[in-house]
């Protein structure tokens, strides 16, 4: 089992950045994909990126390619997202997630471990 706890959100205006940490317990993180996702008020949980196990492999929404990156330092349990050139519609709260696995996905039911959640609030 593995606990998540995410960090770094806040109120930024549109063309900032801002990275977001994902810090996970225990030993074991080095056996998860891990992702991000984003909910913003009366919408759904939507995907934003994704990293494989080993971190080789890294995926994201099309809105935030090229603006976003995602990483991981599995000797300091960490995932990190950085966010630059930030727009409104990146207004939401962002979760990170974890499923045991070689491999990420884009849909959040393959997740088993969920964070509390980051409020990243961007002003036009």
């Known amino acids: 089992q593995v606990q998540l706890v995410e960090s770094g959100g806040g109120l930024v205006q549109a063309g900032g950045s801002l990275t977001l940490s994902c810090a996970a317990s225990?030993?074991?993180?080095?056996?998860?994909?891990m992702g991000w996702f984003r909910q913003a008020p009366g919408q759904e949980r939507e995907f934003v990126a994704a990293?494989?196990?080993?971190?080789?492999?890294?995926g994201y929404v099309d809105s935030v390619k090229g603006r976003f990156t995602i990483s991981r330092d599995n000797a300091k349990n960490t995932m990190y997202l950085q966010m630059n050139s930030l727009k409104p519609e990146d207004t939401a709260v962002y979760y990170c997630?974890?499923?045991?696995?070689?491999?990420?996905?884009?849909?959040?039911?393959?997740?088993?471990?969920w964070g509390q959640g980051t409020q990243v609030t961007v002003s036009s």
């Open positions: 225990g030993r074991t993180f080095s056996l998860y994909a």
């Open positions: 990293i494989s196990r080993l971190g080789g492999s890294t």
């Open positions: 997630a974890a499923r045991r696995g070689d491999y990420y996905y884009t849909r959040s039911t393959e997740y088993d471990y």
